[in-house]
């Protein structure tokens, strides 16, 4: 039987810390990050310590909702500070872990914003989307990165696929929720195995998003059904084979010169760099594209971990910052293989 920790936030006594994942992590990513996984092991198992940001939508009206967050104390972030930063993307964020209540889904209504870990912008913004481009987002329910995707640019075309067929209706209700007709008609949503879209429609697209399926290291901290915990973590192992398939399947179906971004949301290095490096060595027409950049630029709002790669960033959550765990890695395709 397992023993449970309770989680340090009086607001969230529902839940609870599964202590079989806790010493998992404990021995593995102390391992891996050494002393700094004290402080991010604080952050996790405590969400009280949380922070959300505010993503407005471009698409609907949010004046007012402005002056408030900034009555609030909350900041823009990013401005001015990256080499690619689209003025229509407005994220706001507070010092203290602030949470905005989420808004309902209304047919009809645009909602105004989505409540976001802020790091999970990191991996849109390193795609550097530009208007009329082509763009496939792989593994996009619930569609977060989907909606900060089109808060940056009016895409000539946006594919966003999600293989469960709930989280996929999970994704058709977020695009409907963000995204005004006129847009809707290029994007298309589907409901395939994200390693047979490469064969599918290969040389197809400007740009890839792998936010790819991964152990999750906030959810499954507070795993409810131990005896699923602990099989996950046994599965765990098996995630970096789904990884490299899915990325191999995301390189056939980006066109010669195009980007793909790879991200997770765990500090696993198997699932991450090891990924990454796993592609590089195997695939002779992709290459790293450097990331220190925007590191550097934005090293006041978030906190990163060494890993060892020039395009792969590590954030690590710390008080104050308490943004990810979230790798982004960001690679280019040269040419096509058949030329080779
Ligand atoms: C990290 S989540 C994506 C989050 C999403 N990008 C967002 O920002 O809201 C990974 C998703 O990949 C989906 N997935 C798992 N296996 C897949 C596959 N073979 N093909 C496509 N999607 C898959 C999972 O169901 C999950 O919804």
Known sequence: MLTRLKAKS???LAKQICRVVLDHFDKQYSKELGDP?????????????????????????????????????YRRLFQGSLPYYPKSMKCYLSGTP?????????????????????????????????????????????????????????PG????????????????QTLESFVPQ??????????????????AQPETFDKVLVDAPCSNDRSWLFSSDTQKATCRIHQRRNLPVLQ??????????L???????YSTCTLSKAENQDVINEVLNSCSNIVPVDLREIAKNCSQDFTFAPTGQECGLLVIPEKGKAWGPMYVAKLKKLHSMKKL
């Open 37 to 73: 996984w004290n402080t991010v092991r604080d952050i996790l198992t405590s969400p009280s310590l949380w922070q959300y940001a505010v993503l407005l939508n471009r698409f609907g009206y949010h004046f007012e909702l402005e002056k408030d967050l900034h009555l609030k104390g």
């Open 10 to 12: 009086e607001g969230e």
């Open 157 to 172: 075309f946006l594919h966003c696929n999600e293989y469960d067929s709930l989280r996929w209706r999970r994704l058709r």
């Open 255 to 261: 066109c010669p010169g195009g980007l793909l971004v």
């Open 182 to 199: 006129p847009l809707r008609n290029v994007i298309k949503v589907s409901e395939l195995d994200g390693r047979e879209i490469g064969d």
């Open 244 to 253: 490299l398939e899915l990325l191999r399947s995301a390189i056939k179906a």
């Open 98 to 154: 602030d949470r905005m209540a989420s808004e309902k889904h209304q047919v009809g209504n645009l909602k105004k914003y989505y409540l976001l870990n802020a790091a999970s912008l990191l991996p849109v913004l390193a795609l550097e989307l530009r208007d009329g481009e082509k763009v496939l987002d792989l593994c996009a329910a619930p569609g977060g990165k989907s909606v900060s995707l089109l808060q940056c640019a009016w």
